[in-house]
């Protein structure tokens, strides 16, 4: 492989193979456009584990499984998309030649195949050390217009699947006795979100199981860390939208690149802390609007859907009076 792109260089006396191995090395990080504090960023104590993570084909799942290829031993993946987890495998491969893949591609909307995956682990004798539950839908839109199908859907992933694949992997974790899970959630589990109803609903179930598996689990070895992200440019917003035109708004200044997120949750991972939000923007502004009373976010939402031309609410003291009662 020669130097080439924005990494050429020019010499007048040949390079050091040293130099060459480094050129090389930039080249490589350049394709799979890793920034530069991935380059040093330790993760020596992840080395040698098997990993296992869900959503593995696209945006932060396919991060994870990026950042740790270089020092696991094993790493198992799932998702939906065999030609993107097809892709993924030599792409891991070439960052760490020693890596042992496994994929499999199926849809955690299905109970049956989550069961037949998890007896599959067990039976190949696989013992995970560090489960990342990635996977996850969203819906943005009011919930009086949603499509059922795709809400249920979101609920099985989002809640039933992480839920199920935790409690699989578990006894596992206890027998080996250490073990680590790294719960994706979000920001939007911290509060209401209107047109994101049901999706900041199952992000608060999964931020609050998490920090209650983690109480369970202190005398067990086992760490639970929650990953609670904010905006994160990735395919997720797109998939969210119920139309094609439909256009979500990620504002600038609390937007963390998908590496940096990644990157923050390994660091969090390692040193045995409960949750991540990612980005110090974000943080900031969590924390104050938390502080805010909830009658003063109930003004903001009904400001915010009258913008989005939602009907404003129209209720009388005699509405009682007008209903049918059965009494």
């Known amino acids: 492989m020669s130097p080439k792109g924005p990494f050429a260089l020019h010499f007048r006396d040949p390079p050091q193979p040293e130099l060459l191995e480094l050129l090389e090395l930039l080249e490589l990080l350049e394709l799979l456009q890793l920034p530069a504090y991935v380059i040093g960023m330790s993760t020596s104590y992840f080395a040698g584990c098997t990993v296992l993570v869900t959503g593995a084909s ?152 998490s920090e209650a598996l983690r109480a369970e689990l202190r005398s067990s070895n086992i760490s639970v860390t929650a990953l609670c992200p904010g905006p994160v440019p990735t395919e997720f917003h797109s998939v969210a939208a119920r139309t094609d035109v439909e256009q979500i708004s990620r504002p600038d200044f609390i937007t963390v690149p998908v590496q940096r997120v990644v990157h923050e949750a390994l660091t969090s991972v390692a040193r045995d802390r409960p949750r991540l939000i990612p980005g110090i923007a974000l943080r900031m502004l969590l924390t104050l609007v938390l502080f805010i009373p909830m009658f003063i976010k109930r003004l903001i939402y009904d400001v915010q859907l009258r913008r989005e031309g939602a009907p404003r609410a129209n209720l009388r003291p005699d509405l009682g009076a007008k209903m049918p009662s059965h009494i």
Not at 74 to 90: K, N, Q
């Open 58 to 209: 696209a945006g932060i799942g396919r991060e994870f499984a990026r950042q740790l290829a270089s020092v696991v031993g094993t790493m198992i993946l799932v998702a939906r998309r065999s030609e993107r987890l097809e892709a993924l495998e030599l792409e891991l491969k070439v960052i760490n030649p020693d890596l042992e893949v496994f994929y499999r591609a199926f849809d955690l909307r299905n109970h049956d195949d989550l069961a037949k995956f998890c007896n599959w682990l067990e039976e190949s004798g696989l013992a995970v050390d560090l489960l990342i539950n990635n996977a996850g839908l969203g819906d943005r839109g009011r919930f009086i217009d949603s499509d059922w199908d795709k809400v249920s859907a979101m609920l099985r992933v989002n809640i039933e699947a992480l839920t199920y694949l935790t409690y699989r992997i578990l006894p596992s974790m206890r027998k080996s006795g250490c073990g680590a899970i790294l719960n994706v959630s979000s920001v939007v589990g911290f509060l209401p979100v209107p047109s994101f109803a049901v999706y900041a609903a199952s992000k608060a179930y999964v931020t609050s199981f």
